[in-house]
């Protein structure tokens, strides 16, 4: 089994936890994604998939 969570679960999860329980534990690193209009400038990219899901709305299907 395993776990994933962004890079800075590290500042909060501990691992040798997750090891005891026989969890990996996994950082997902945040690949560069294209621009899309978001309501409040500047841009973030550092957002979850229900970002560009509420700011693209259907148009999200063929942006990624």
Do not use: H, M
């Not at 800075?8 to 294209?34: C, H, M, V």
């Amino acid at each position: 089994e395993a776990y994933l969570t962004g890079p800075r679960g590290s500042n909060y999860l501990n691992e040798t936890d997750f090891n005891t329980a026989g969890i990996e534990l996994e950082y997902f690193q945040y690949a560069k994604i294209p621009e899309y209009p978001q309501p409040w400038p500047p841009f973030s990219e550092k957002v979850s998939i229900i970002d560009p899901i509420l700011c693209l709305g259907r148009k999200v299907q063929n942006f990624f």
